[in-house]
């Protein structure tokens, strides 16, 4: 049987979750299980997905979202494919662009045929990533 694409996501149900400029038919195709929504972006969060159209957007809000990630949580950044809705963003500008605010990418999936969806979680302490698009300040 097919995973569905919040399970190929790892979302697990009951995890405290916040959304940003999600789109109705992007939430109906992660079909999330059931959730802790925040309507507010306030405390801690095991996941986060933030829908980013340019890198104006991502450089605004992705530090102000990473604030609010616990440490075991994942925050998952979705953008147009293929240019799509006039993006600056490619997977390899999303990339470098979390890495520059401190996170890591580990998985990316599609979430339909307008949006991409890229994992990005806290390194882990000891841990080497050596990505040829990102590099983790020191």
């Known amino acids: 049987m097919a995973k569905t694409v919040s399970e190929k996501m790892g979302i697990q149900e009951g ?58 949580g994942m925050l998952w950044v979705s953008w147009p494919k293929n240019r799509k809705l006039g993006t600056d963003l490619t997977i390899t500008k999303v990339i470098e662009l979390g890495y520059n605010f401190g996170l890591v990418e580990s998985k990316t999936i599609s979430v339909d045929a307008t949006w991409s969806a890229i994992k990005f979680t806290h390194p882990k302490a000891g841990k080497v990533y050596n990505n040829s698009y990102g590099k983790l300040k020191s």
């Open 15 to 72: 995890a405290r979750a916040y959304f940003v400029n999600a789109p109705a038919e992007a939430l109906e195709a992660i079909d999330t299980p059931q959730l802790e929504l925040a309507t507010e972006l306030r405390g801690d969060f095991d996941y986060i997905h933030f829908f980013a159209k340019s890198q104006d957007e991502f450089n605004d809000m992705f530090p102000k979202l990473k604030q609010h990630l616990k440490p075991t």
